[in-house]
């Protein structure tokens, strides 16, 4: 292969597909970058059997062909290539990068030990705005499991109903839910749970300028297509809790206060239980009247917070872990925001009223 | 105590003088920030007995007063304040602040435990444009030994010989030279090695609108004044080496190049030498003619790069460790660069055309 383009093509190719190359863990032939020069473009490819990403960049091609590169050492490289033309060619398996009077050779692999990706061409597919979709991604990925948890709630589970997309994710301590409307001309449903790793790339990817989200999706697989990237992604097996019977549909104190007020509050309450011997830093929300307060004793220190806010139903007294209250507001995309209360012991519920569409469900902690 | 101030200057102080508290291998209560509210300010002090630091920061002073308080709870409630009027109060030895309707109380020490630093206040001194300061140490801390070395090449040779100021630093591969004009009316010499902590500490906390820093010394210690801190440190004992010795005063060939070309040829040979066995990252310079040729050949690829570059003098090759070569180069201020070479074996030396009274020496490596 010989193709020309720009060191920033380049630089867009491997940044895309970075996060699919393969951990340590695998043979180094494996954790490598394929690239494909086709007819005005050069394709990068990488996939560590769990996700895949395809990026194509445009790229005047000489002489098609394939190469299959140390993905590590390449970036690197093209992260310090000068701003210029640079001129990639094949020989044999190793690559020449030719810029100014200057070149750099390296050594490759056999293109053909590069894994095929399973071809999701004719699946079932529908579009959504990508503005949408990051926005969905953002306010859920926050309840999703970090580690040591079931497969299941390492995903967000993504469902389509009729006109209606869904993305919920929970690690039982919280669920977050985002819907949203789509074209679904054919009626087609589907539910499959995607790994956070993919839902956090998706994320990473979309560009504000990208109109529309493509989805396609078979069985085992689903994939996502925006601009210039095509990411595919293995489906997590296994059954994901029943959401629709934890979220309360009633609840009997309603109160409305600022985002930052309450996320300020709370930081600082968390800097002295974090202090403490405890472990879990838990925040306890006295509701009384149309104040809020927050008042946490160690051996420490002490402190107390007191909020305006105002509130519809009945006063109330709950403890929450602070870090869950925290994740959300740090993602709510208004300055104001509801909580929705039934009881010391209930299921609370946190909405914003710049999206009704989405709601945070977080269960409180039993204290003394 | 009592006293009112912004929650911005509560975190000047805090920031300011945070590097001088104590790590964690000492006793509780010296991981401590010292305040004392007097009429208009607020002081804060920290020091781990090497180095300390003193800032005031404006204050309503109500009554006069100190607290000795946990530097890293006290800091991290501070950055949390909500940007307002802070009151800060002390009962017994806790401090209290309040902010709208919130207080936070926390545990403190008796404030005496805290070490006095020795006084200054009648010792020999001379004032220097911050500026010039500032330059002096980025260009020359490079140069310092960073580990397991002996004390002497941890810190800076700071001197004083009638109206010039010298600051030096040396790991034995590569030495850094920076002088300036002082105005030294009283004729007094001085010389001291500073750690290099202290001056990264001055080269932090100096802002381009102090105007001038003022230096003062006994034996033992040196301080410097600028703006509202004070710094002082212990210096370093020992004997600094006869930097004059080394430096040569002709050489064979000169060349001048461009900054960023060697920077980004130099980064990207290192980048397949780091990839390889060996360790120790060199680059081997060619200068034949009008060109400098870098080639690294390791068991994953090989680069060659060519630089045009002017010349006066004998064609010469050379190998440096890589790393020394870019320390300098990511310092130096401005677009041009100059390289004199004595020989393979010889010392080099890199000057700035942007800085006649800054040199960096370093010694070549040999190679078969």
Same mark, same amino acid.
Do not use: W
């Given at each position: 292969?010989?193709t020309?383009?720009?060191?920033d093509?380049l630089?867009?190719?491997?940044?895309?597909?970075?996060?699919?190359?393969?951990g340590?863990n695998?043979?180094?032939?494996?954790q490598?970058i394929?690239?494909? #020069?086709?007819a005005?473009k050069l394709? =990068?490819l990488?996939?560590?059997m769990?996700i895949?990403?395809?990026?194509?960049?445009?790229a005047?091609?000489e002489t098609?062909g394939?190469?299959?590169?140390p993905?590590?050492?390449?970036?690197d490289?093209?992260r310090?290539? /000068?701003?210029?033309?640079?001129?990639?060619e094949s020989?044999a398996?190793?690559?020449?990068?030719?810029y100014y009077?200057s070149q750099?050779?390296?050594?490759g692999?056999? /293109?053909e030990?590069f894994?095929l990706?399973p071809d999701?061409l004719?699946?079932?597919?529908?579009s959504?705005?990508?503005?949408?979709f990051k @926005?969905m991604?953002r306010?859920?990925?926050i #309840? !999703?499991a970090q580690e040591?948890?079931? /497969? %299941?709630f390492k995903?967000?589970?993504?469902?389509?109903?009729?006109? &209606?997309l869904r993305? %919920?994710?929970t690690?039982t301590?919280?669920?977050?839910?985002? *819907?949203?409307g789509?074209?679904?001309p054919?009626g087609?449903?589907?539910?499959?749970i995607v790994?956070?790793?993919t839902?956090?790339e998706?994320y990473?990817l979309?560009?504000?300028?990208d109109?529309?989200?493509?989805?396609?999706f @078979?069985?085992?697989?689903?994939? =996502?297509?925006f601009g210039?990237?095509?990411?595919l992604?293995?489906?997590?097996?296994?059954q994901f809790p029943?959401?629709?019977?934890? %979220?309360p549909?009633?609840c009997r104190t309603k109160?409305r206060?600022?985002?930052?007020?309450?996320?300020?509050? &709370?930081?600082?309450?968390?800097?002295? $239980?974090?202090e403490?011997s !405890?472990g879990?830093?838990l925040?306890?929300l006295e509701?009384?009247?149309?104040?809020?307060?927050i008042?946490?004793? @160690?051996?420490?220190?002490?402190?107390s917070e007191?909020l305006?806010?105002?509130?519809e139903? #009945?006063?109330?007294t709950?403890?929450f872990?602070?870090?869950? %209250?925290?994740d959300?507001l740090?993602v709510l995309?208004?300055? *104001?925001?509801r909580?929705?209360l039934s009881?010391?012991q209930?299921? $609370?519920i946190i909405?914003t009223?710049?999206?009704?569409?989405?709601l945070?469900l977080?269960? /409180?902690v039993r204290?003394?």
């Amino acid at each position: 292969m010989k193709t020309h383009c720009s060191k920033d093509a380049l630089l867009t190719g491997v940044n895309t597909v970075q996060k699919a190359v393969s951990g340590k863990n695998v043979e180094p032939d494996l954790q490598s970058i394929f690239l494909r #020069a086709e007819a005005g473009k050069l394709i =990068f490819l990488a996939t560590d059997m769990e996700i895949g990403i395809r990026c194509e960049v445009p790229a005047e091609t000489e002489t098609e062909g394939t190469l299959l590169l140390p993905a590590k050492l390449f970036s690197d490289i093209v992260r310090k290539l /000068p701003d210029t033309q640079i001129t990639l060619e094949s020989q044999a398996e190793s690559a020449n990068l030719e810029y100014y009077q200057s070149q750099i050779f390296l050594k490759g692999y056999d /293109p053909e030990q590069f894994p095929l990706l399973p071809d999701l061409l004719d699946p079932v597919s529908f579009s959504l705005p990508s503005e949408s979709f990051k @926005t969905m991604i953002r306010e859920t990925l926050i #309840a !999703a499991a970090q580690e040591e948890s079931r /497969p %299941i709630f390492k995903g967000l589970l993504l469902e389509m109903e009729g006109s &209606v997309l869904r993305l %919920i994710a929970t690690d039982t301590h919280r669920l977050a839910y985002s *819907q949203s409307g789509i074209d679904n001309p054919n009626g087609l449903d589907f539910s499959g749970i995607v790994p956070s790793k993919t839902m956090s790339e998706i994320y990473r990817l979309l560009k504000d300028d990208d109109d529309s989200i493509t989805v396609r999706f @078979t069985g085992s697989h689903v994939s =996502f297509q925006f601009g210039a990237v095509h990411l595919l992604t293995r489906l997590i097996e296994g059954q994901f809790p029943n959401y629709k019977q934890v %979220i309360p549909s009633s609840c009997r104190t309603k109160i409305r206060l600022l985002v930052k007020d309450l996320m300020e509050s &709370v930081e600082r309450a968390s800097l002295l $239980a974090r202090e403490s011997s !405890a472990g879990v830093s838990l925040v306890r929300l006295e509701i009384s009247g149309d104040l809020l307060k927050i008042e946490h004793t @160690t051996d420490i220190g002490k402190i107390s917070e007191q909020l305006s806010i105002e509130k519809e139903g #009945a006063d109330i007294t709950i403890s929450f872990n602070s870090r869950f %209250i925290l994740d959300v507001l740090r993602v709510l995309p208004s300055d *104001q925001m509801r909580f929705e209360l039934s009881g010391p012991q209930s299921a $609370a519920i946190i909405r914003t009223p710049a999206d009704e569409n989405y709601l945070y469900l977080l269960l /409180p902690v039993r204290t003394n």
